[in-house]
């Protein structure tokens, strides 16, 4: 496999050490209900990802199966695996060398007009919630809609519950005007677990400097998606971990390096045909589907055991040790406290 940096034997001891003794944060990422997982995640050193459950379409009843059946699984692979609540299980789970699992829905369709169904959501582990997904829904516009319109006066109930309960608002997939109506309302941080700059690839998907601005003057985290429609920086030439680490910098160069985290949107149940079924719905996210799935994710980040890459990227670019800390995880670290509490 190339290799992208070229590092000198003591940088890569360097950036090997920085990444080890990282909480490694990857913030979207959908799980296959396996043991190994859990093995395959220890093994490449990431500490905690926000896996999609319940799935964009489910509704209520069928979220809480499969809260339940997601639950289930962490039980059964307890000696590697870890159901993340608060923030001091994640330090546990590092100290321990398990793997923890977030659950974090990518819709709030489950709500079905609802509020009160927010708070038994949150009981059965739910802690990050996107708002929307492409479509609209009773919240407000996703970011595929036809119209940008905003939150919805029940859009606006959700996001206050959710600041009650200690629930991480996530807009990856909102429309812009939902996104700057929830980073209004909230009176926490809000993050988007995947989503890249509108500035360098101008896809749907993607968030504009002024939403990007707005995020982290609430104190907000963007994370980064190495998924290729959203990655590429030439429109259909497949990216790689260089313009990955583009999209990085350019979210530390407007607001600073407190405000970035890493989503690399992998999906450990993808097919070729369940990819091509959802860039048919979806074709201006997914740009067409040029992108085969030997090239949907940036080359040097297309699996995860390559998430140390970013680590020696970031070394290779001259960040400092806290910074290099402080993307792989610790500014998401610095949200989940804010909002969770203890």
């Not at 034997?9 to 296959?32: G, L, P, R, T, W």
């Not at 910074?323 to 610095?334: A, D, H, P, Q, S």
């Amino acid at each position: 496999m190339r290799d992208f940096f070229n590092l000198t034997k003591d940088q890569e001891e360097h950036a090997k050490s920085v990444y080890e003794k990282s909480a490694v944060i990857d913030c979207s990422n959908v799980a296959k209900l396996d043991s190994a997982y859990f093995q395959r995640r220890i093994k490449a050193g990431v500490t905690v990802e926000n896996i999609t459950v319940p799935m964009p379409g489910d509704h209520f009843a069928e979220s809480v199966y499969t809260l339940l059946q997601h639950t289930d699984w962490v039980k059964r692979n307890s000696k590697t695996g870890a159901l993340i609540l608060r923030k001091s299980d994640i330090i546990q789970t590092k100290q321990e060398g398990k793997a923890g699992v977030i659950f974090g829905p990518q819709n709030a369709n489950f709500l079905e007009g609802k509020l009160d169904l927010l708070q038994i959501i949150y009981d059965l582990g739910v802690r990050i919630i996107q708002l929307t997904y492409n479509e609209r829904n009773l919240i407000g516009d996703g970011c595929t809609e036809r119209t940008d319109s905003g939150l919805s006066n029940f859009g606006i109930a959700v996001v206050k519950e959710m600041n009650r309960i200690g629930a991480v608002i996530d807009l990856s997939h909102s429309g812009p005007a939902t996104f700057m109506d929830a980073v209004k309302y909230s009176e926490d941080p809000v993050i988007c677990t995947h989503a890249n700059c509108k500035a360098l690839n101008p896809n749907v998907r993607n968030k504009s400097d002024e939403q990007i601005a707005a995020l982290a003057e609430k104190g907000g985290v963007m994370c980064v998606a190495s998924y290729s429609p959203l990655c590429e920086t030439k429109i259909q030439v497949r990216p790689t971990i260089i313009d990955f680490l583009s999209h990085l910098e350019h979210i530390i160069e407007l607001v600073g390096i407190d405000h970035v985290g890493i989503g690399l949107d992998l999906d450990d149940t993808l097919t070729k045909e369940s990819h091509e079924e959802w860039a048919s719905a979806y074709p201006s996210i997914a740009a067409g589907i040029y992108f085969g799935m030997e090239s949907l994710f940036a080359g040097g980040l297309d699996s995860l055991e390559l998430f140390p890459s970013i680590a020696r990227g970031l070394t290779w670019k001259g960040y400092s040790d806290a910074e290099i800390v402080k993307v792989l995880g610790g500014n998401v670290m610095r949200i989940l406290e804010r909002v969770w509490g203890e």
